[in-house]
């Protein structure tokens, strides 16, 4: 089996020495390749001067913080995953955050197996999938050769479009994946000027009609300001 971890890069641009030093050998442990930045300059030259799959970003920084760095990453079209690592936590940071470009945000304190988690999760997303062909959320079923979905065992429907959004809510695993996240990965769309939104949350109606309305138990879940998830409900 393909262990993602073997072929990935990260770049941890964090100013704090201590918990920098932390990070960097907790990630290494994990079989990863890390690069330690202490400024948003040094992160944006690593950047440049390397290739670079995952980026753990802290929002403090010295001069320029992890906001500004993030927006010209975007803005600059850098084809890189970036995780938000900070103590701005607040609903109006972690909205920020993904707004400008971040794929995930964890606030401090943070647990050291979560974090892991979830920057295999981003990793999964840009390596050759290693998954069987069949991809199970609850008593929701899809075949990712066969390209098809059934709930409970009845057949759905779905269009191109509409098979590969559901996949790509289902192989997060309950994640929450937002708009930004949406349009890059499923619509290939770059550009941060295009409207999509709209688009999205059509498909998204469409999915809930066909996945959802003839059951009980509804899986897919909108997280007010961040984006959806795919998931059985708690308790």
Same mark, same amino acid.
């Given at each position: 089996?393909?262990?993602?971890?073997?072929?990935?890069?990260?770049?941890?641009?964090?100013?704090?020495?201590?918990?920098?030093?932390?990070?960097?050998?907790?990630?290494?442990?994990?079989?990863?390749?890390?690069?330690?930045?202490?400024?948003?300059?040094?992160?944006?030259?690593?950047?440049?001067?390397?290739?670079?799959?995952?980026?753990?970003?802290?929002?403090? $920084?010295?001069? #320029?913080?992890?906001?500004? &760095? =993030?927006?010209?990453?975007?803005?600059?079209?850098?084809? !890189?995953?970036?995780? +938000?690592?900070?103590?701005?936590?607040?609903?109006?940071?972690?909205?920020?955050?993904?707004?400008?470009?971040?794929?995930?945000?964890?606030?401090?304190?943070?647990?050291?197996?979560?974090?892991?988690?979830?920057?295999?999760?981003?990793?999964?997303?840009?390596?050759?999938?290693?998954?069987?062909?069949?991809?199970?959320?609850?008593?929701?079923?899809?075949?990712?050769?066969?390209?098809?979905?059934?709930?409970?065992?009845?057949?759905?429907? $779905?269009?191109? #479009?509409?098979?590969?959004? &559901? =996949?790509?809510?289902?192989?997060?695993?309950?994640?929450? !994946?937002?708009?930004? +996240?949406?349009?890059?990965?499923?619509?290939?769309?770059?550009?941060?000027?295009?409207?999509?939104?709209?688009?999205?949350?059509?498909?998204?109606?469409?999915?809930?009609?066909?996945?959802?309305?003839?059951?009980?138990?509804?899986?897919?879940?909108?997280?007010?300001?961040?984006?959806?998830?795919?998931?059985?409900?708690?308790?």
């Amino acid at each position: 089996m393909l262990n993602a971890s073997q072929r990935s890069h990260i770049l941890v641009v964090e100013d704090d020495s201590k918990l920098a030093s932390a990070l960097v050998a907790g990630i290494e442990s994990d079989g990863h390749q890390v690069t330690w930045a202490s400024s948003a300059e040094e992160g944006f030259y690593q950047l440049h001067q390397q290739k670079t799959d995952l980026l753990v970003l802290d929002v403090t $920084l010295p001069r #320029r913080d992890g906001f500004d &760095l =993030l927006r010209q990453i975007r803005e600059d079209r850098i084809d !890189v995953r970036v995780l +938000m690592l900070t103590s701005h936590n607040s609903v109006e940071d972690r909205v920020h955050g993904l707004r400008t470009g971040a794929d995930d945000y964890l606030g401090k304190p943070f647990s050291f197996p979560e974090l892991l988690a979830r920057i295999d999760a981003l990793l999964r997303r840009i390596l050759p999938q290693a998954t069987s062909e069949s991809v199970t959320v609850g008593d929701l079923s899809l075949n990712t050769k066969t390209r098809a979905a059934s709930r409970a065992g009845k057949t759905i429907e $779905l269009s191109a #479009r509409e098979f590969d959004l &559901l =996949l790509y809510l289902a192989e997060n695993g309950g994640r929450t !994946v937002s708009r930004e +996240m949406l349009a890059r990965d499923v619509w290939k769309e770059s550009s941060r000027y295009t409207p999509l939104d709209n688009v999205i949350d059509v498909q998204i109606n469409r999915l809930r009609k066909k996945v959802d309305d003839s059951f009980s138990v509804k899986l897919i879940h909108t997280v007010r300001g961040l984006g959806f998830s795919l998931r059985e409900p708690e308790g």
